[in-house]
């Protein structure tokens, strides 16, 4: 009898931790990548925890979370991270994950921007040649460092050539392509996106450019009925030797998308070595 008793309560539990799951707020990057399709079922085979992973702009994301409708928070905007945690909506941000931005443009590049030397430069040749630049327009944590970018060149995008969509990356590819624009976009929505038409990489590898995500858990505090535990356990699981293989283990067409552990005060290197050749 005390023998089924503990077979039951063993039944139970293993039931109970299968049926454990959380949200995780996080972007259309890295969920449209593939990494997500790749990286959370080893987490789940280890652990018992599903993922469900709610994919939309950074700012978005972190309102969704600030509204206690996730247990995670998962993007790629420094300052809007610190201001999360800061407001007391987030609790143990870690370091994840990096890639790069990168400037894409048509290869017959009417702005010259294959020849710049620094991000402002490029900036600096579409707005002198009034070329054609797609922007996102969405709030995301791409479209913040585009702005910042622009501000840090101290350059107005009040004009027709400066067009903002209020679409996700992919949307703002395809815009690019059929319309011969450039466009900044990260690396690796870029390399998994399939409708690459006449675009090209034009400027890449400056430090300005790096791209990192970190991942933070929702305050427990702020709203209760967050599961900090499970989100704990992915935070620890991502960010282990075994997170952070699988990390780098995820391919694009043999091309590496993320590098792992982005620690930008620490590495002087901008980019995994490879990125540079990735085209």
């Given at each position: 009898m005390k023998f089924l008793s503990l077979l039951a309560a063993l039944m139970f539990a293993t039931t109970a931790a299968a049926?454990?799951?959380?949200?995780?707020?996080?972007?259309?990057?890295?969920?449209?990548?593939?990494?997500?399709e790749f990286l959370l079922p080893k987490f789940t085979a280890e652990t018992g925890i599903t993922v469900h992973v709610v994919a939309v702009g950074?700012?978005?994301?972190?309102?969704?979370?600030?509204?206690?409708?996730?247990?995670?928070?998962?993007v790629h905007h420094r300052a809007s991270e610190d201001a999360f945690v800061a407001n007391g909506y987030g609790i143990e941000r870690r370091d994840v994950m990096y890639n790069d931005y990168v400037i894409i443009g048509p290869k017959s590049d009417p702005a010259d921007v294959g020849?710049?030397?620094?991000?402002?430069?490029?900036?600096?040749?579409?707005?002198?040649?009034?070329?054609?630049?797609?922007?996102?327009?969405?709030?995301?944590?791409?479209?913040?460092?585009?702005r910042e970018l622009w501000t840090a060149a101290e350059i107005a995008t009040n004009g027709t050539w400066y067009r903002e969509i209020g679409a996700g990356m992919g949307a703002a590819l395809n815009m690019a392509a059929?319309?011969?624009?450039?466009?900044?976009?990260?690396?690796?929505?870029?390399?998994?996106?399939?409708?690459t038409q006449n675009?090209?990489?034009?400027?890449?590898?400056?430090?300005?450019?790096?791209?990192?995500?970190?991942?933070?858990?929702?305050?427990?505090?702020i709203h209760p009925h967050?599961?900090?535990?499970?989100?704990?356990?992915?935070?620890d699981w991502i960010t282990s030797p075994t997170g952070q293989q699988a990390i780098a283990e995820f391919?694009?067409?043999?091309?590496?998308?993320?590098?792992?552990?982005?620690?930008?005060?620490?590495?002087?290197?901008?980019?995994?070595?490879?990125?540079?050749?990735?085209?």
């Open positions: 049926d454990t799951s959380i949200t995780l707020a996080s972007t259309t990057s890295t969920q449209n990548s593939g990494l997500y950074t700012g978005q994301a972190i309102k969704i979370a600030q509204n206690g409708d996730a247990d995670a928070l998962l020849t710049s030397k620094t991000t402002t430069q490029a900036l600096n040749t579409i707005h002198a040649a009034q070329s054609l630049f797609i922007s996102r327009g969405d709030d995301s944590g791409t479209h913040k460092k585009e059929a319309t011969d624009a450039y466009l900044m976009s990260d690396r690796g929505t870029w390399l998994s996106f399939g409708n675009l090209t990489i034009l400027f890449q590898g400056e430090s300005q450019l790096r791209n990192p995500y970190g991942l933070i858990l929702v305050n427990p505090e967050a599961d900090t535990a499970s989100a704990r356990r992915l935070a391919r694009v067409e043999n091309k590496q998308l993320f590098c792992p552990n982005a620690q930008p005060e620490q590495d002087s290197k901008a980019f995994c070595p490879s990125d540079s050749a990735q085209n």
